[in-house]
């Protein structure tokens, strides 16, 4: 007796295209489980953006100018203190930003949000960490994604490797752990 043959579903849109041999979308991490995965990862970033932010907004210099015998006290923008705590909150959130996106993730495959979410971001031929080089291109590429009013980021509800833009380019995938 031999087996029959299924047909290929329908070209309905609502399915997306059928993915190729190999391609079952349930092997790799849902958008929605990417998009929380990033929130976490970006939330020590806009806080310490939002602590420079305050305090640059906070610390204003104070100068007083008197003209005869007539004297006025006035704001005159942020101060050299605020504005170097607003520096220094900046080069935290790009040194944390670098190690958790490129270091971290390009060596364990995950960044902490990908952790915290269970999946990481492997090289699709070998399904490894993709290495810090790598991932540091991907970041890169992830320009791209954006560059098209962020259509490249929605690619995964679609894909059937749920690939973003710069996924493709890199031959990247993220899968559960």
């Not at 705590?85 to 270091?103: D, E, G, T």
Request: aromatic fraction near 10%; charge should be positive.
């Amino acid at each position: 007796m031999t087996s029959q043959q299924v047909p290929p579903p329908s070209g309905d849109f609502a399915q997306g295209p059928t993915p190729g041999p190999g391609a079952d979308p349930s092997n790799y991490t849902p958008w929605f489980t990417r998009v929380v995965a990033y929130v976490i990862d970006s939330i020590p970033v806009y806080l310490l953006a939002a602590i420079g932010g305050i305090v640059l907004a906070t610390f204003q210099k104070v100068e007083t100018v008197c003209i005869y015998d007539v004297c006025a006290t006035g704001k005159n923008g942020p101060s050299t203190t605020a504005w170097i705590i607003f520096s220094v909150c900046v080069l935290i959130a790009v040194v944390f930003s670098l190690w958790n996106f490129v270091v971290r993730q390009g060596k364990t495959g995950s960044s902490i949000g990908k952790q915290m979410m269970k999946f990481q971001v492997v090289d699709e031929p070998s399904q490894q960490p993709i290495g810090v080089g790598k991932s540091f291109l991907r970041q890169i590429a992830h320009g791209v994604d954006a560059v098209i009013c962020y259509i490249g980021f929605l690619f995964p509800l679609w894909d059937a490797k749920r690939q973003t833009i710069a996924d493709k380019l890199l031959k990247t995938v993220c899968v559960p752990l």
